[in-house]
Structures are given as structure tokens and as C-alpha cells.
């Protein structure tokens, strides 16, 4: 069965820097149409159905924003 991935953001703490968005090899990061308590548009998922959990994403924030977690079978509706 195939591994599936949700990712969580701190928007709050994001800067839209978009270095996770750069470096996801899946290309599923974007930032959101609206803007956190510091002003900036801060970065979201597009489409979790296709993140591999490579890690990237959260490796390369520099604010430490971005949690990644593996769902259990029982997760998944
Ligand atoms: S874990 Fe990897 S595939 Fe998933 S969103 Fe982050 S960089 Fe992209
Ligand atoms: S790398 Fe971190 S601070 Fe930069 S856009 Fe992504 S989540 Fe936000």
C-alpha cells in the first residue's frame, strides 16, 4: 500500500520566502491567496495526496515551520 504524507505549517511563523516551495521535488507547494499576522502569504499544500515525505520542504525552512507526518492506515477516509 502506498505511504501517504500530511504536511502542518506554521503559517504564522512562515515568511513566504518560497524556499520549500523551490525545492519540493513533487512541485505540490504554493503559497495561500491570503496573508498571516506578519504580512506575508505564507506556504500550503496544493495537492498532500502526492507528497512523497522526502523531508525537503521541512529541511530547507529556515523558520522551522513545516512538520511532516505518515498516515496510518486508519487515517485515511
Ligand atoms: S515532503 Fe517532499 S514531496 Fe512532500 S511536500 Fe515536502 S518537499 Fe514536497
Ligand atoms: S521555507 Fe518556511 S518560511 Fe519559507 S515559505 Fe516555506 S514554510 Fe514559509
Redesign the pocket.
Known amino acids: 500500500m502506498k505511504r501517504q504524507?500530511r504536511?502542518s505549517f506554521n503559517k504564522d511563523k512562515c515568511k513566504g520566502c518560497e524556499l520549500?516551495i523551490s525545492?519540493?521535488?513533487?512541485k505540490?507547494?504554493a503559497l495561500d491567496e491570503t496573508v498571516n499576522a506578519k504580512g506575508y502569504r505564507p506556504a500550503g499544500?496544493v495537492n498532500p495526496e502526492?507528497?512523497?515525505?522526502?523531508?525537503?520542504?521541512?529541511m530547507m525552512c529556515p523558520d522551522l515551520c513545516?512538520t511532516?507526518y505518515q498516515l496510518e492506515e486508519g487515517d485515511i477516509a
Do not use: D, V
Open positions: 504524507f504536511l520549500c525545492f519540493c521535488p513533487k505540490i507547494l499544500i502526492e507528497c512523497i515525505g522526502c523531508q525537503s520542504c521541512a513545516i511532516i
